[in-house]
């Protein structure tokens, strides 16, 4: 069975850090391109980065790129999302999500429960 578990959410104050971490069990982790999805409160669901199978490439949503870090430990099964400079419209709950291949943005097939995060003073 395919877990996703998040962690790492918080309340933080606008212009703070966090990092979330993301432990997968239930399949080959290193064989799959994961990614980081959100949803703020009362909007859509916002892909925000990705990486592939093996750390050497990554994508971030345009307004991410610069204040956001994606990364993956294979050797632990763990993705992480290192979010520096937060803003309040960041505030969301953020998603791990499994992709279906090796690569990025070729869709995606399992979630986690998701982990809040809110920016506020």
């Known amino acids: 069975e395919v877990q996703l578990v998040e962690s790492g959410g918080g309340l933080v104050q606008p212009g703070g850090s966090l990092r979330l971490s993301c432990a997968a069990s239930?399949?080959?982790?290193?064989?799959?391109?994961m990614s980081w999805v959100r949803q703020a409160p009362g909007k859509g669901l916002e892909w925000v980065s990705g990486?592939?199978?093996?750390?050497?490439?990554?994508s971030y949503v345009d307004s991410r790129e610069g204040r956001f870090t994606i990364s993956r430990d294979n050797a632990k099964n763990t993705l992480y999302l290192q979010m520096n400079s937060l803003k309040p419209e960041d505030t969301a709950v953020y998603y791990c999500?499994?992709?279906?291949?090796?690569?990025?943005?070729?869709?995606?097939?399992?979630w986690g429960k998701g982990t809040l995060v809110t920016v506020s003073s």
């Open positions: 999500v499994k992709g279906l291949y090796a690569q990025i943005h070729y869709g995606i097939d399992y």
């Open positions: 239930g399949f080959t982790f290193s064989s799959y391109a």
């Open positions: 990486i592939n199978r093996d750390g050497g490439s990554t």
